[in-house]
Every structure is written in structure tokens, then in C-alpha cells.
């Protein structure tokens, strides 16, 4: 683990030199559908906006690099700005043998640890015991879940109300949300519903949810006709990642949460993606440091983004690429049947085959996203059963539908570049939808 | 119609030569539990904070003097501050005759009103007129909702988002609640969690709805063990409360919404209280210039202390006066059982039982309270089923509770001030309950 801590130090202070372009660019064209985004800094195509001169995420490192081996490695801390909102997500490794995280986060004397089946026997004693150790005024319930999408619905998140109820919570309480993105959006919403609101905290154990899910407030629920169609936007207190939880995660959960962090490459992070191409074999082989620096880039990424437009205005929506083809695969086959990253792969693939259908990036990108998606050990393609209708379905009351008008994430331009658009040439999903489709 | 107009008139006139208080002081004394509130203008008491010289709620009379009774009479309009989220109260008879106060609010081409078996066949149609006259891109679907509290439920939640998401609702469209206090509020909570928020308006066909529920943006839903404790805060894009749907409206629900107006003079507007101690005849009558100006100066106290305080960190919770009581009620007898101005109503004689034992009232006020409760056909006391231990019991789980301390609304000093305390000898508490319960 020293050597693991001492790679990251590494490899964050060779990142340091070369920093991640902050600045963004967000035009709006005459067709008001019509969102462009880059991560380049190009002064010629440049819109002025507020936003743009905005440091809207701030990471800090706090390694002391004098530090010895004998005490505790003290976190990244990448913050997440959104004015008295704002929190830290806190990643390291073995964060949670470190109480005052976690502590100094909770508001009032109890605590519900939200968590499912598989994640409660290893990892809830310990946050139990982060809680509560050296701090005896506070008390902890918790309420254990069964694991998977499937589960993501209106009656298992009854079972959190049911328990906050049941041991007489107040407003003065905290709900911790202990395990993998369906665990963190469906506490977070039951914490943005019970009592109108109390406070919340995410420990994500997935690399999905420590890339993705736990950064930025969205929570909710499916309805067995789409998913995250019922839910809230509510910022938690803090996230806190502690890498060690990444040891007992199943090989095709990490290949999942893979999916997420290509994404940010692909839409605003040209630099980040040509890493991940280079090192897909030390993240595949879960090398604490590479493993580290994806998910701090990744939240990096989330955090900017989501402090620029927490609601979903424009901006934010560009982190769905791939995630309105995944959702229909997710809808179509049933949930909990295929993981999201592994839908959001083969969804990823077909937003690239529209773009290039489109004209609007070269076959070398085609090939590449293949490529690192083929090394991440995800599909590149839906599943047999899925039809052309099956899509148009469910992708009909996707989100980002509106006055009825589908908008998608697409690539556009070199790699980085992308665009959320309902200004698109039908024919293009068409024809990807028929390419992808047996019938 | 007419005269009433004229009365209505005359009466706002006489008002404006007597203005009600603006200014409330809120102070926190050593004890941090404890809030005291006081609608007198008293500097020797007040403590000067940021928000006593905030003017928050603003009327305006739209309506000219000089209008002819053939023009349509123009409404008054509350206004509700709260920054971006600021939104109107339209308050007139006819006011669903004229569709642009209602179109002018709605966002995209799909509205969902949501309404209830009883109210859907006296007013959907007009309604959906409204929506709809002159305006033929907007397209409305509607979800009839079973009638009674006892249907404040998830199960009856969801038909709400079957339906929208059924009819491929997406993010630009607007929910509209027609109905009363269990309509408003859970229609605001599907509008708030459809897609993590769409925009919604409130049209209240009850006393209950106009006074109080349809304003200020709590929404909800019950659970089995206690009231509104699922929801969020989520506020409209304007109220518009036409009079005139309170022809229809049963002499028992009158008398419910009452218990809520009566409130308002009790907690902070004694001049107001005194005003319906010498109009409940008028107001029992349907007189249509008393029943509008009770409104108006509801609206008015519940807009001011919302802008003061959204969330509900103090001064709001003075708008529960006697709810703590009455919701134990409420759920002790069975949702539905009982009106909630009924349960309201008997709360309140509670409190101001309580009040007085702890010697922070007259006698007076006691009797007064009485007689004005008895004089709307309000109930002064809980249903015999009540015992001690069913109030202790729900009122555990009272949203009012902190850290395991239940806080109540108690008078306290002339009428129209009162304080929200954990702060107070709890046999008083007890002996009320024994005074009120059999067993």
C-alpha cells in the first residue's frame, strides 16, 4: 500500500505538469437543441460566457511527500463547488480506518446506513465502527438492501423510509449510503424525501459509483418503463472513496465502472482517454495507483461539469453519452441483466457509429472506441435480443426527450469533443439502430 | 357577484388605513430550542436580525375602482418572495373563465392536472378549457386520484407517474393540481421527483388548499406511522384560487379550512382574529367578500412567513400550531377519518390548554379560542379512541421532533404571539393529555 501510496504521489506530480485544460466552451446556436462542448482551449470557435472563466472544481493534494510510511496517507481531496452546497469527495486508501472523515460530516446523534447484501458483510462493521469510535453520542441503524438494478424500485425504497420511521429519526439525522450507484441513488433520494430532507453522505464501494454515481446529487428510482424517471437532485455532505474497497470488487463490476471513466475521455478529456489507452492493462489488473488516478480525473471531470450545471440545463446532459442507447438495453432485457457500464459500452459504441454516420468524427475514433472497450473487457455491441422497436420505446421517454424531440449526446470533431443535440439526420439512428439490430 | 366585488373592495380599503404588521422579531435565547415569534411591533422585546426589516410578502389590487360590472373583475395577487423561485397567488371569483392567468404559467406543450373523483366532475372540464382555449399546441391528459387522506399514499403516488410517464411526459411539461390539500400536496411531490422536477400549478378548490396547503411549496405524502413524512420542498408557478369553487364545496370541508385561518390570528395577526370573530357568521354564510378577504390575508401571513423561512427552521414551523395534536389524531383514528382542519382544530384547543398551564396565557384567550373553534362548527376536543399513549406514540415521529426533543407551538403573551419550543415543563404536557384522553 506505501508503494501503491508513493506511485499515485508519482504520478499525481507528473499530472501537475501538465494540467487538465479547466476551460470549456458551451454555445449556444440558433438551433436551441443544439449544444456544442469542448475541452480544447480554441480561441477561434470560442463562445464568451460566464461560465467559461468559472474554476468551478478545485482538487487539492494533501500528501505531504516527507510523509513516512508509519502514518496514514491523508486523501486526495477533489471539491466540489456549488456555492452553499458545495463538498469535498475525499479518495484514498483506507480512508475508513480514518473516523474524522466521516465524522465530521454527520449532523445529529443518529445515523441510517443504508447498504445491500453483498456489501453489508464486508464493509458495514467498519463504517459502523467509523461512526461511532470516540464518538459514543451518536448511534447507527442500518438497513440492508438486496443487490442489483432490479431492486432499484419504489417498493425497496419504501424499506428505507420504513426503517428511518420505525426508529423514530428526526431532521437532525444523517442517512450514509454504503455500496454501489443503485445504493447511493436510492439513498440519496430517500434522504431528499424523508422529512422533506435530511442529510446524506456517500461511501461508494463500485468503481462505477466512485467515478460516476456518488459525484453530483442525482438519486432516484426506475419505473419498470425507464430508468431514473422518479427521483431528485440532492448534493450529499461529502463522498468518500477509499480504494481498498476496490479489492473485493467482481472483475466484470470493475470492467463496468470502466465504462464510465472512457466516457469522460471521450466527451472533454482527450489527454485522460490516450492515459486510459495506455494503461487499460494496470486498471484491468486493479493497480492501486492507476486505479487511483482514473477515479480522481474521473471526479474531476464530474465535478467541474456538475458545478457548471448542476440541473442538467446543457452542459451536464454530455455525461449521458452512450447512457440513452444503454438505458434502452438496460429497459429492454430487464434490469439488473446486464450491468450499466457494460449497457453504456455497447451504448457508447452506437452513439460513435451515429456520429460517424453523421460525418461528424473520422473512422480512427470508430476504431479506438472499439479498441479500449474491447480491452476494458466490455461489449461493444447490445445484446441479440434487442429490436430497432425495443429501442425507439424506451427511448422515447428518455429525459432528455423534449416537447418530443429525442436529444442525444454524439461525438463531433477530434476526440474530447462532443455535442447534445436534437439536430440530427433521423436516417443516422436509423441506420445505427438497423446496424446494431437483428429486426 | 357584483356586490361581493364591491364589498371585497371596500373591505381591502378599510384594511389598507389599519396595515397589517410586517415586521416579526425572532429571537434565540440561551436555550437554542426555543423561538419566540410576536406580530406586535414591541421594541423594548425586538432583536434586530437581517430578516425583521425584509419586507417578503407583497399584495397587490389589480382590481380598478372604476371598472364597469361588465368587465371582468382583475384579481389580487399575493406575491410569494423567495428570489428565483418567486411566484404569484391570483385570488378573484371567475378567475378559471380567464385562461391566460393559468397559460401564462405553463411551461412546454403537455400538462397533467391531476385531480380527484370528486372535484374531476365539478371543475376538470373547465379546467382543461382553460388550459387549452386559444392555445391549440398544449395537449392535457389527466389522472383521477380516489378522494380522502387515507389515499395520500406511495401506491396512489405512483398512479400519478404511471400516467405521465405512460403518456411520455418529458422535462418541458407542467403538472397541475385541481383539488384540495391531499391533491396539492401530492401532486407537488410528483412534480418534484417526475424526472427530478418539472414545473407545476396549484389551482385549490378548498378553504383548506386556499388559506394554507397550496402555498409555500410543502408537498407530500403520508406514511402508515405518521403524516407527511415523504415529500420535499417544491414550490409552484403560481396558486390561482377562483372563489367561486368553494359553492361546492360540503359545509364540514368549510369548516375544516377555517381551523387554518383561525390559526394565522392566533400566531401572528391578532387584528386578523379578531376580524373573524366578528365575520364567522359571515364566513359560515359563504358571504363571498368575507371568504375572499380571509383568504387574501391568509395568503398574505403564510407568503411572509414562507419567504422568511422556506425550510422551515423556525418561524415556519409557528404555521403548526396545533398540527402536532391533530396529526396524531389524524393518524390515531385512521387517515380520512377526520378532516385535517378538524384535527387542527382539537390540537389547537390542546395547545392552548398547554399554553395556559404553563402560565403563558390568560384565561381569556383559553375561552376565546373555545368559542371562535365552536362558532366555525370546529370540534374542541379528539375523539374519545384517543389515549395518551396513541398522542405519544405518533408524536415521536413528529417532524418537530430534534435529537429526540419534541418541539410544539405554544401561545405565549397577547394573542397573536407564540413561540416554538422544546422548552417547557413536560408535565404540562402530560397533564393535557390526561385532561384531553379518557385512558
Chains 1, 2 share one sequence.
Not at 499530472?15 to 454555445?27: D, R, Y
Not at 442500518?142 to 442489483?148: A, C, F, K, Q, R
Not at 486510459?276 to 467541474?304: G, H, T, V
Not at 424506451?394 to 432528455?400: E, G, H, P, Q, S
Amino acid at each position: 500500500m506505501a508503494s501503491a501510496a508513493t506511485n499515485f504521489s508519482l504520478s499525481l506530480r507528473n499530472k501537475q505538469q501538465t494540467p487538465i485544460p479547466k476551460s470549456s466552451f458551451f454555445s449556444f446556436p440558433n438551433n436551441n437543441n443544439h449544444f456544442r462542448f469542448n475541452s480544447n482551449n480554441c480561441p477561434s470557435l470560442s463562445v464568451s460566457t460566464a461560465r467559461n472563466s468559472r474554476m468551478c472544481a478545485t482538487s487539492s493534494r494533501l500528501t505531504d511527500p516527507s510523509t513516512t510510511k508509519s502514518q496514514p496517507t491523508l486523501p486526495t481531496t477533489v471539491q466540489v463547488d456549488l456555492g452553499n452546497r458545495s463538498y469535498p469527495i475525499y479518495i484514498g486508501s483506507g480512508l475508513l480506518n480514518e473516523p474524522h472523515y466521516l465524522q465530521r460530516h454527520v449532523h445529529g446523534k443518529r445515523v441510517l446506513v443504508v447498504t445491500n447484501k453483498t456489501v453489508a458483510p464486508l464493509y458495514l462493521d467498519k463504517v459502523v465502527d467509523a461512526l461511532t469510535r470516540g464518538n459514543p453520542n451518536v448511534s447507527v441503524e442500518s438497513v440492508i438492501l438486496p443487490d442489483g438494478e432490479q431492486y432499484k424500485d419504489m417498493d425497496t425504497l419504501m424499506k428505507v423510509f420504513d426503517k428511518a420511521i420505525e426508529s423514530r429519526f428526526d431532521r437532525r439525522c444523517t442517512f450514509v449510503a454504503l455500496g454501489g450507484g443503485v445504493i447511493g441513488d436510492m439513498c440519496g433520494f430517500a434522504a431528499a424525501a424523508f422529512l422533506r430532507g435530511v442529510n446524506f453522505i456517500q461511501i461508494p464501494t463500485t468503481v462505477m459509483a466512485q467515478v460516476d454515481s456518488s459525484v453530483g446529487g442525482k438519486t432516484g428510482i426506475n419505473h419498470r418503463l425507464g430508468k431514473n424517471l422518479i427521483g431528485a437532485f440532492y448534493q450529499p455532505q461529502c463522498v468518500l472513496i477509499d480504494t481498498d474497497t476496490l479489492n473485493t470488487l467482481p472483475d466484470r463490476e470493475l470492467a463496468s465502472g470502466l465504462a464510465e471513466v472512457i466516457k469522460y475521455g471521450l466527451i472533454r478529456d482527450a489527454e485522460f482517454f490516450e492515459w486510459q489507452e495506455k494503461n487499460m492493462p494496470a486498471l484491468l489488473a486493479r493497480d492501486p495507483s492507476a486505479l487511483a488516478y482514473a477515479i480522481k480525473r474521473s471526479c474531476e471531470n464530474k465535478a467541474e461539469v456538475v458545478s457548471l450545471d448542476e440541473k442538467e440545463s446543457g452542459l451536464r446532459a454530455t455525461l449521458n453519452l452512450g447512457h440513452t442507447f444503454g438505458h434502452a438495453i438496460e429497459t429492454g432485457v430487464g434490469y439488473g441483466q446486464w450491468l450499466h457500464g457494460e449497457a453504456v459500452a455497447a451504448g457508447t459504441v452506437m452513439a460513435v457509429d451515429m456520429s460517424y454516420r453523421l460525418g461528424w468524427i473520422d473512422e480512427s475514433l470508430v476504431k479506438r472506441v472499439g479498441d479500449i472497450l474491447k480491452h476494458a473487457k466490455l461489449p461493444t455491441a447490445p445484446p441479440e435480443i434487442m429490436t430497432v422497436d425495443m429501442f425507439k420505446s424506451v427511448m422515447a421517454v428518455d429525459k432528455k426527450v423534449a416537447d418530443g424531440l429525442l436529444r442525444l449526446i454524439l461525438l463531433k470533431g477530434p476526440i474530447g469533443n462532443c455535442v447534445f443535440t436534437g439536430d440530427y439526420d433521423r436516417k443516422a439512428l436509423d441506420d445505427t439502430l438497423r446496424a446494431f439490430c437483428k429486426s
